[in-house]
């Protein structure tokens, strides 16, 4: 993910595996030769953040206008896809899909040898480990940011791939904001980019139903965001006791019983229909929680219904 919604992330470098970056974004250590390809917003928003905490950095885009600003910044432009690979030792790569990755550096794959290829382009977890055959040196990374808070301390990042190669180049990464390792399975880090997106779409969407809702007693969405962030926050405490119910294996119903969530759905619903507003998202809610209680799942807590999103129910 490349333009997405900023959130407040833990400001310190993480990891679940063994490498941890730990160094600040800019924070003025010796800047290794960095090139960047695609120069779209972010791309725009990485070149920057590299020039500006000192890296030398050369950038290549088809089109190469873009590049206007940030040669102006002391960035050296390439004539050729080719002539930016060559350019440097750490490659970071940020197009639109997969598909235009594999056009722009497809031809070119001889000149990664001896390079890092680090790939910020949104994909699949399988495109990842398919490119990751490019170059033993492959980190594949999820930017979860804007492109006005790259090189910032609230942007964090996610990659996943060669633990060699993110141990080499963490000080330089560390530029765009903090970074999680998290494996050598060079898919985990789009894993976790669209399972965060997943969350960021599903709390939105809540929150929009919600503001339309409120919207028709005249109540207005700056009036109720409040009271949604404040609720959002309690989520995140259920959240927490829910994950280690579902690492376990087991769904106590300490809070409150799958059959006493169905009955409050069922009030959203009905209001959402009165309200005239649409009711597909409570709807499906509703549904969902139907079959965890078809299939067993009567008198657990409302982590049994991972079950239903496994498919097993």
Same mark, same amino acid.
């Given at each position: 993910?490349?333009?997405?919604?900023?959130?407040?992330?833990?400001?310190?470098?993480?990891?679940?595996?063994?490498?941890?970056?730990?160094?600040?974004?800019?924070?003025?250590?010796?800047?290794?030769?960095?090139?960047?390809?695609?120069?779209?917003?972010?791309?725009?928003?990485?070149?920057?953040?590299?020039?500006?905490?000192?890296?030398?950095?050369?950038?290549?885009?088809?089109?190469?206008?873009?590049?206007?600003?940030?040669?102006?910044?002391?960035?050296?432009?390439?004539?050729?896809?080719?002539?930016?690979?060559?350019?440097?030792?750490?490659?970071?790569?940020?197009?639109?899909?997969?598909?235009?990755?594999?056009?722009?550096?497809?031809?070119?794959?001889?000149?990664?040898? +001896? %390079?890092?290829?680090?790939? *910020?382009?949104?994909?699949? #977890?399988? /495109? !990842?480990? &398919?490119?990751?055959?490019?170059?033993? $040196?492959?980190?594949?990374?999820?930017?979860?940011?804007?492109?006005?808070?790259? +090189? %910032?301390?609230?942007?964090? *990042?996610?990659?996943?791939? #060669?633990? /060699? !190669?993110? &141990?080499?180049?963490?000080?330089?990464? $560390?530029?765009?904001?903090?970074?999680?390792?998290?494996?050598?399975?060079?898919?985990?880090?789009?894993?976790?980019?669209?399972?965060?997106?997943?969350?960021?779409?599903?709390?939105?969407?809540?929150?929009?139903?919600?503001?339309?809702?409120?919207?028709?007693?005249?109540?207005?969405?700056?009036?109720?965001?409040?009271?949604?962030?404040?609720?959002?926050?309690?989520?995140?405490?259920?959240?927490?006791?829910?994950?280690?119910?579902?690492?376990?294996?087991?769904?106590?119903?300490?809070?409150?019983?799958?059959?006493?969530?169905?009955?409050?759905?069922?009030?959203?619903?009905?209001?959402?229909?009165?309200?005239?507003?649409?009711?597909?998202?409570?709807?499906?809610?509703?549904?969902?929680?139907?079959?965890?209680?078809?299939?067993?799942?009567?008198?657990?807590?409302?982590?049994?219904?991972?079950?239903?999103?496994?498919?097993?129910?």
């Amino acid at each position: 993910m490349t333009d997405t919604p900023n959130t407040t992330p833990n400001t310190t470098s993480t990891t679940t595996s063994t490498t941890t970056s730990t160094t600040a974004p800019n924070a003025g250590i010796g800047g290794e030769p960095v090139t960047v390809i695609g120069l779209g917003l972010m791309g725009r928003a990485l070149a920057t953040a590299f020039l500006e905490a000192g890296h030398p950095t050369t950038v290549w885009n088809r089109t190469p206008g873009k590049a206007d600003a940030l040669v102006s910044q002391g960035a050296v432009l390439a004539p050729s896809a080719a002539a930016a690979l060559q350019a440097s030792s750490l490659v970071v790569v940020c197009l639109s899909d997969t598909a235009a990755v594999r056009d722009a550096l497809g031809p070119h794959r001889a000149e990664l040898a +001896g %390079r890092t290829l680090v790939n *910020l382009t949104s994909g699949t #977890s399988d /495109e !990842a480990r &398919e490119m990751a055959a490019w170059t033993g $040196d492959y980190l594949d990374g999820a930017i979860m940011a804007i492109p006005d808070v790259i +090189g %910032r301390p609230e942007a964090f *990042l996610l990659f996943s791939g #060669s633990p /060699e !190669a993110f &141990e080499k180049h963490s000080h330089s990464l $560390d530029r765009l904001g903090n970074a999680t390792f998290f494996g050598a399975d060079p898919g985990l880090a789009s894993l976790y980019d669209v399972a965060l997106l997943g969350v960021m779409w599903g709390t939105l969407n809540a929150f929009l139903h919600g503001a339309a809702l409120l919207g028709t007693a005249k109540v207005d969405a700056t009036a109720f965001a409040p009271f949604a962030n404040q609720w959002v926050a309690s989520v995140t405490g259920f959240i927490s006791a829910y994950a280690g119910q579902i690492d376990r294996g087991s769904y106590e119903a300490e809070d409150a019983t799958l059959e006493t969530h169905l009955a409050t759905m069922k009030y959203l619903v009905r209001e959402s229909a009165a309200a005239g507003v649409d009711t597909d998202w409570p709807a499906r809610i509703q549904t969902l929680t139907e079959r965890a209680i078809d299939a067993g799942h009567d008198g657990t807590s409302y982590a049994s219904m991972i079950e239903v999103f496994r498919g097993q129910a």
